[in-house]
């Protein structure tokens, strides 16, 4: 969740008016850098939609949570980044009272639906790996969307009682409408621990679990009774593993930061130093565009897709799907998010 991480002197009957002396080149900067953002994250995310959208064997339960991901990915970048962007360079916010609780609303459904979908993830990933005889059951196609339903339903709630404790307010500092945490320590903490902290949790023990029984396959030692890890397998797993910790490098600052001064205000906030809560902002708005370059860069059958996409896009395509994904026939004995051994169909995920 976006945390403010220390107290402003508000003088100015209208809090949207405030601005900051600034350099004219830390504008700038800062403009660029979410430019840069807005476009990756834009183009990136439609990448991966498209590609499980044209590829029969990407279409999958587990590839599910990856499209929710990028979709939460998306949201930020078509609404509230180019709020934030116009505030960067007007030195200040125009936009009124209802775009500010709009863009503070969808920059936490954003976030939370990311850290929610990463979970989500992570427990496919976990049941998959751990507990395979059983997930032919738990992740059939139709259970999947309910879980995804789920997810972006406790996100919605999750972000509701923003709107009523006045807690969504424009922070000059980094030109956004964002959770104010001056308006409750209590709520922030809460905040902090059911939206974040407790997420990575669950995330880490998912990974760890996943990381023993790897270890166990390449150590020979595992149980006979559980099933073989096929390289294929491994690299899948990784390159999840890799989304969160980008994930969580990149959003933890933040919220320690907040973390830290709600729990003393008076002791710690003074001690933040305003380049520091800055580049922690930023720095958490840059991961919405990192997620779709990690698939990529980590795994071969997005990254055909992502070329096929582009040739595509080129030749006016873009919606006719490739015929060298309709020939294998989808597998049917287990709708898994990985990819089975070399003589059996492949069923791709990231």
């Known amino acids: ?31 660029c850098f979410l430019i840069f953002t807005i476009v990756v994250d834009i183009l990136g995310n439609l990448l991966v939609i ?24 998306l949201v930020v970048a078509i609404y509230p980044y180019p709020l934030v962007l116009t505030s960067i360079f007007d030195d200040g916010w125009n936009l009124g ?21 990463i979970t989500g993830i992570a ?3 976990y049941c998959y790996i751990c507990h395979s005889l059983k997930y032919d059951r738990l992740y059939s196609n139709k259970n999947s969307v309910c879980y995804v339903l789920l997810i972006w339903a406790l996100t919605v709630v999750a972000i509701v009682p ?36 407790l997420p990575i949790m669950i995330v880490t023990y998912c990974y760890l679990r996943i990381w023993v029984l790897v270890i166990q396959v390449r150590r020979r030692v595992k149980p006979d009774n559980r099933p073989k890890l096929t390289p294929h397998d491994i690299r899948n797993f990784v390159t999840m593993f890799v989304v969160f910790v980008l994930f969580a490098v990149c959003w933890a600052p933040l919220n320690f930061i907040g973390l830290a001064v709600a729990i003393s205000p008076e002791a710690v906030a003074p001690l933040i130093p305003e380049w520091l809560f800055v580049a922690s902002y930023f720095m958490a708005y840059f991961n919405s565009c990192l997620n779709a370059i990690v698939y990529g860069v980590l795994n071969q059958n997005f990254r055909r897709e992502y070329k096929r996409i582009v040739v595509s896009v080129c030749t006016a395509r873009i919606f006719f799907h490739d015929s060298s994904n309709d020939a294998p026939e989808r597998i049917k004995s287990k709708p898994s998010p990985l990819i089975t051994n070399n003589n059996q169909v492949k069923v791709d995920s990231v």
Request: net charge positive; aromatic share 14%.
């Open 97 to 117: 009272y209802v775009h500010c609780q709009i863009s503070g609303f969808l920059m936490g459904v954003s976030v939370i639906g990311s850290i929610f979908n």
């Open 162 to 197: 923003n709107l009523f404790v006045g807690s969504l307010q424009y922070d000059p500092r980094v030109y956004s409408c964002t959770f104010e945490q001056s308006a409750s320590s209590a709520y922030t903490i809460a905040v902090v621990f059911f939206h974040f902290i």
């Open 50 to 73: 498209f590609s499980v959208y044209r590829n029969k064997k990407l279409r999958n339960a587990g590839n599910i949570f990856v499209v929710s991901l990028a979709v939460a990915d």
């Open 123 to 125: 427990i496919n990933r």
């Open 1 to 31: 969740m976006i945390i403010n991480g220390s107290y402003l002197n508000r003088s100015s009957l209208d809090p949207y008016k405030e601005v900051l002396n600034r350099p004219r080149w830390v504008t700038t900067t800062l403009g």
